[in-house]
């Protein structure tokens, strides 16, 4: 891979890659070192893509990759999980903020595949395969989260605020 395309790659993933690995680990600074290992990948990455599309689909099985090998580390499982994830800068607009809260409080499995289908646009299909899953356990697994955000933001609604219908809004 070329310097000049290596740059273009970067620039158009980069965000993506950092924020699929932020949506696994929940932590900004390990969200950034999987980026940086996944972007190293495909630097030294030995042959072409097919298409663009190849390589989104390389790059986000890759983030995904890491960001499971970074969680099985025998360190994490040591020790108690940091929840940085609440300080990061939330969206201005008061109802994606808290559907994004909602969505951050999901199981992971759960939480990267909403992520994958309703942020980054994946199909059903794409999911399946950067999760390494059947794509009728994909549509499970988003019945199922669709469920508990509605679940969370009805119970956020008869506390007080405002019902949000829990349409994942980028």
């Not at 290596?6 to 900004?28: C, E, K």
């Not at 909403?114 to 395969?129: K, N």
């Amino acid at each position: 891979m070329t310097e000049e395309a290596f740059s273009q790659a970067a620039r158009t993933y980069g965000d993506m890659v950092y924020r699929v690995a932020l949506h696994a680990l929940r932590n900004p600074a390990d969200a950034e070192d999987v980026m940086q290992t996944v972007l190293l990948k495909l630097f030294q990455h030995p042959r072409g893509f097919e298409s663009e599309a190849h390589m989104k689909h390389w790059l986000l099985r890759v983030a995904v990759n890491e960001s499971r090998r970074l969680l099985r580390a025998f360190w994490r499982r040591t020790s108690a999980p940091l929840e940085e994830w609440l300080e990061t800068p939330a969206p201005e607009d008061s109802q994606r903020a808290e559907v994004f809260q909602a969505v951050m409080a999901l199981e992971r499995k759960y939480r990267l595949t909403i992520y994958l289908y309703y942020y980054e646009g994946c199909t059903v299909a794409e999911t399946a395969a950067v999760l390494h899953a059947k794509p009728s356990t994909v549509q499970t697994w988003l019945f199922r989260a669709r469920e508990q955000l509605r679940q969370s933001l009805r119970e956020n609604s008869e506390e007080g605020e405002a019902y949000v219908r829990p349409e994942i809004v980028p």
